[in-house]
């Protein structure tokens, strides 16, 4: 059988041989030699770079092959959601089997990147449970490894001592003390009514819209149909809210119509709450406007000044009563704890104490699930009947005989 006559070219008045090989993405490229030896030893070594590449790319780590699987993924996620996501990703997983093969993973690895989870909240070892899972799970779909790892561990919490943190609600007295303590700043005060008097969630008071408040109508409403989520430090309004269940009309009480009213005549921007340009509040700017309430409490805290010889940190006590040095205008009055989930939690059990039935307590928190309702209304209950039997007690007993 006849030789097949070698490939050459002719370059610069020079013979090359040359040869078409595919690389690690299947396109062809050329290899030159002056001579047939030279050029298939180039061919052998070129040959050799693209197979370490394609067994690279065939066994990728954890953290490119999470980070392609949440990049696929995202076309179907919420923005919030896939920032949780990303998040859980990042904290959780990256630093405890990013640099690793997927093939190499073990039980082991499992169980350590979700020890770092389990210290975390039920809620993000729940998430990072089904993250970890579906990656591995896509990964064996995709052939990218032969064995999942996540089979190899028992995913159960390790036992953890409930903190006792208190009730998660204000009292109608601390909610006058925090109404006091805000009131006239803006945005700030609007945020702490609509948590109060309407019971919002975060995200869906930086997203309300002055189309969606009918302060005009017999009976005025809230319609919530956007929700806000920060990403990059900048907020972005989408047009669906939590769960369908969270899209809703919320009747004004009076504190809350008031005060709407008044906003309403000098509002220069689309969005309720709103910086200086009329956009709605970056990640930054709803920090610095919550901090606000921290200022105005009691306990510990400090503050930095800059002036020519740098940066110094001075320790302050606040005590209750006092006013602030720096600022007359600010007084340490609130001494109990404000987060912004007590602001919704708070308008949820009044509801529940005024005998508003759990229903209709569930319609206007935009609750998905009823066990979510059907819980703090159980424990709204069981704090009044405890008020209720210490009374009972007290007049059983009213007085001590001996006195």
Known sequence: MPRRKEKTVVRNGIEYYYKNIRDERGKYIPIYGRTIAERDEKVKKREAEISLRRKIKKFPTFSERATEWLSDKSKDLKRNTYNNYEQII??????????????????????AAMDTADAQSASVYRKATMLIKQIFADAL??????????????????SHEKKDTGKEYLTDAQVSVLLA????IYPLETFVRLGLYAGLRKEESLALRWDCV????????????????????????????????????IPIPPPLFNH?????????????????????????????????????SVGNGKYTRYDECGKSVHKIKREAGQTAAHNPNVRYIIDFPVKTHMLRKTYITNLIYSGVDVRTVMEYAGHKNPDVTLK????????????????????????????
């Not at 990042?90 to 169980?111: M, Q, S």
């Not at 990403?231 to 769960?243: C, M, P, V």
């Not at 209304?377 to 006195?403: C, G, L, M």
């Open 260 to 296: 709407l009213k008044e906003l309403q005549k000098t509002a220069k921007s689309d969005f309720v709450i709103c910086g200086k340009n009329g956009n709605p509040l970056s990640g930054t700017q709803f920090r610095n406007m919550w901090m606000k309430i921290k200022r105005r």
């Open 214 to 249: 009918d302060l005009n109508a017999a009976a005025p409403i809230l319609r919530i149909q956007w929700t806000s989520t920060i990403y990059k430090n900048r907020a972005e309004i989408e047009d669906s809210t939590k769960s369908p269940a969270g899209a809703r009309d």
């Open 181 to 184: 303590a805000v009131n006239g």
């Open 90 to 111: 990042r904290t959780h997983f990256i630093p405890v089997l990013g640099d690793k093969r997927l093939i190499d993973i073990t039980g082991e690895d499992i169980k």
């Open 141 to 158: 779909t995709c052939d990218l490894i032969q064995v999942d790892p996540t089979t190899k561990h028992t995913f159960k919490r390790v």
């Open 376 to 403: 703090i209304y159980a424990q709204a209950k069981s704090a009044e009947k405890r008020t209720e039997s210490a009374k009972q007690i007290n007049e059983v007993f009213p007085s001590d005989p001996t006195t």
